[in-house]
């Protein structure tokens, strides 16, 4: 069965430090990954995904993740943060053979301190 | 794209009572989704179509609940009997075709209040 998991369920970084946020997963076939964000009371924002090719993919606001096939492992990463990255990150995988539906880790919440 | 609509946004009912929540897909996403999401965890799938067939429903979905795309566009989910464990934000999804793929585009959710 598809799953992920967030180890961490809060991320503190300093403004203009970078920030990492952890994910793996566990897939049968070939996974396709996500990050989506979410601010207070509000619905999920897509950042970015890992299909195939460069194992490093960029996304919105600066925001980048490290596929990494032998570690099962899909990171964002920032090299600079702001305060107004503070929200919710949540990492979600589908794969080629299991159901349509994504499935999410229990997310990580970002705080950066000014 | 004006983007994945819901509504309400937000509802508040007494135990028992039935509510209904809407979702408007991104225009010509033939796949939509409904999730639930409760405090501190992750959403978790409930039931897709893709255009009116329901292709999926999760267990979490229990009798009480229904979800309908009669037309192949807007979505309603329903919840009868409604009890307090129902309380959650409800998020709705879209996404084109059937390509893994493709993004999957939420919506704002709306958030049910059983009391």
């Known amino acids: 069965a598809q799953s992920v998991a967030q180890p961490e369920d809060q991320v503190n970084v300093a403004e203009g430090n970078p920030l990492t946020v952890k994910c793996t997963y566990s897939?049968?076939?070939?996974?396709?990954l996500f990050w989506y964000v979410q601010y207070p009371n509000r619905g999920l924002q897509f950042l970015l995904k890992y299909i195939t090719g460069d194992n490093l993919v960029k996304g919105s606001y600066g925001f980048e993740a490290e596929f990494n096939k032998s570690q099962t492992s899909f990171h964002l990463k920032k090299p600079s943060a702001l305060v107004s990255d503070s929200a919710l990150y949540f990492c979600?995988?589908?794969?080629?053979?299991?159901?349509?539906?994504?499935?999410f880790g229990t997310g990580t919440r970002l705080q950066v301190f000014p | 794209d004006t983007g994945v609509s819901q509504d309400p946004r937000h509802k508040i009912t007494k135990r028992g009572q039935n509510v209904t929540f809407r979702c408007d897909p991104i225009?010509?996403?033939?796949?939509l989704y409904w999730y639930r999401q409760t405090l501190g965890q992750g959403p978790e799938f409930l039931t897709y179509f893709q255009n009116e067939a329901q292709l999926e429903k999760s267990r979490l979905l229990s009798d009480r609940f229904s979800a309908e795309r009669p037309k192949g566009s807007f979505s309603t989910l329903e919840i009868q009997r409604t009890e307090q464990g129902d309380s959650a934000m409800y998020l709705c999804?879209?996404?084109?075709?059937?390509?893994?793929?493709?993004?999957?585009?939420f919506g704002e959710g709306s958030w049910l209040t059983v009391v």
């Open positions: 979600a995988v589908r794969d080629t053979y299991n159901t349509d539906k994504l499935i």
């Open positions: 225009s010509e996403h033939n796949r």
């Open positions: 897939v049968s076939g070939n996974p396709y």
């Open positions: 999804a879209s996404s084109v075709g059937a390509d893994r793929r493709n993004t999957i585009y």
